[in-house]
């Protein structure tokens, strides 16, 4: 799984849509909460499309940087990385850390969220997958 998530970061960074979606389930779940802006779970394709979209019409530039990768159980891999962006009409540029968890099934991420720690993203993990309850270590 942590090949999957390494070549979806890198498609999605190039700005490769198609090489994104190649890697994408054709029903993903995708979910951010509330407190890490552009809130919802959106599902399928389109609704990664519409959810990317309106987070990158925010930026006049936007970067991430992985800083981190790693598998967690069968089919989960938690991402750490940092994110740099410079917002539209602003010109404020604004970093922060965040954890995303990935779920991948059949060589394709089925589900993808960001959170704002690590400790909510092994949370996560947990309630995914079954065994998964040592994670924190």
């Known amino acids: 799984p942590e ?5 979806a970061w ?24 509330t407190r890490m802006g552009n809130a919802g779970t959106h599902r ?6 519409a959810w ?12 991430v940087t992985i ?13 750490l990385m940092r994110q740099t962006g410079t917002g539209r009409g602003s010109g404020v540029e ?5 954890a995303w968890v990935f779920e991948t099934r059949d060589g394709l991420c089925t589900y993808m969220a960001i ?3 690590l400790e909510l993203a092994r949370a996560d ?7 998964t309850e040592q994670v924190d270590d």
């Open 67 to 79: 800083t981190e990768v790693g598998p967690v159980g069968e089919r989960h891999v938690i991402t």
């Open 125 to 131: 993990v947990r309630g995914r997958e079954p065994g």
């Open 94 to 98: 604004v970093t922060r850390e965040a």
């Open 44 to 49: 399928g394709r389109d609704g990664f499309l």
């Open 115 to 117: 959170h704002p720690t």
């Open 10 to 33: 890198d498609a999605y960074s190039r700005g490769d849509v198609e090489a994104t979606l190649a890697i994408l389930d054709p029903e993903i779940v995708v979910h951010s909460p």
């Open 52 to 63: 990317s979209g309106q987070w990158n019409g925010a930026w006049d530039d936007f970067r």
């Open 3 to 7: 090949q999957v998530v390494r070549d």
